[in-house]
């Protein structure tokens, strides 16, 4: 279990040089070969854009900070362990210093090595929990964080920049005058009416954070949170609309390294303006990225220093749902393999099995000057993240969620009474007295330090 509490940078003695910031930033390729399982379907072909797992290294404020988002739709249990089990290794710290988070594109592998051994226990084909391809990943990603280090540049300056994206994010819950849901406006909606119906309740807002040597722009974080299909089961791997704006705001800025996390989407997503035409990806893609560079036109710089920099965790037991009614895989059923996947069978005992064996989420924070960026698991609501925002009305407080995806969605204790896709059992694996727990946390993640 992580400690609890700011781990700042090492005090300097009286008189002598603060140790330098450095940011090492890291980039491959992780997209699955032809054949090879995705969340839905199998890899039949390749699209221009793969998908990438990015992110960067800072060192010079205590032990190392690892940042990394993945274009994948998941990555939960034993397989997020591993991840920043791999990064902390490579990057010479510890997991607890580690966030890693998917952008959550459905065209993209999942893994979870817990559902892979529950499938494989049963004598099922893990399908799309394979994790050979994970593994391969794991190893590559932390050479290339390795080489990145030798590559690493100075850090003088933090940027901070904030702009509305318009016309990309609505809320998927139409509610009833009951108070209750009367509908999904899932992220593609065929339905004019539906599409016609309010945004409801999003966050329009993209947080750029961007790293500085002197006048140089070193890395640029992005967090925007939105469910991110125009189109899927393609069986082409691709990063969908927010990797198109991603690649087009590296284009207008190549010096810097340009990373994205998804914010808190899970209740959110672009059905009132996405009606499923692949023409949509280029248009919600260049929406994004128009509010990426009013972001980025709006960054004002300020020098950052060792001092500025802390990370807090905590370790916070999240309460498992009830036990779900269906039984575990056993070999030969009918339901074992691909369709597994859906009803989340799996992956939910996995997630049961960890809770019940006393687990606990880390849940952190990075302090950067005045930004504070939380790390955050599962696909929250996103009143998470607007609470989160209210708390510290006095700092640039940027949300990535999708961090340990073992949870699966997580609601509001309102939600769960109201119905709905995402807290039904087959897609939240928690209870609603969630909700006091999550913000609690929060709330000392972003309690002013001491």
Known sequence: MAATGWVAA?????????????????????????????????VTNSWDLGLRARGLVLRGAGAPIVLCAVDWIGIGNEGHDAFRRALAEAAGTVPARVAVHTVHQHDAPACDFGAEQILKEAGADPECYDGAFARETLRRLGKAVRESLTRAQPVTHLGLGEAPVRAVASNRRVLGPDGRVRAMRFTTCRDAALRAEPEGTIDPVVSLVSLWNSNRPVAVLSYYAVHPQSYYRTGVPNPDFPGVARFLRQLAVPQALHIHFNGAGGNVGAGKYNDGSPENRWLLAERLADGMRRAW?????????PETVAWRVEATALPPAEPPAAQP???????????????????????????EAGHRIDLSCLALGRARLLHLPGELFVEYQLAARAARPDCVVAVAAYGDYGPGYIGTAEAYAQGGYETGPAASYVAPQVESVLLDAIRKLLRPRP
Do not use: H, K, N
């Open 10 to 42: 090492e005090t300097v003695a009286a008189g002598a040089a603060a140790p330098a910031l450095t940011a090492a930033g890291f980039d491959i390729d992780v997209t699955p070969p032809i054949g090879s399982r995705m969340a839905y379907d199998p």
């Open 297 to 305: 036109e709006r960054t004002r710089r300020e020098p950052i220093t």
């Open 329 to 355: 895989p056993r070999a030969g059923a009918a339901d074992r393999d691909a369709s597994f996947f859906l009803s989340g069978q799996a992956a939910q005992q996995a997630w049961r099995r960890r809770c």
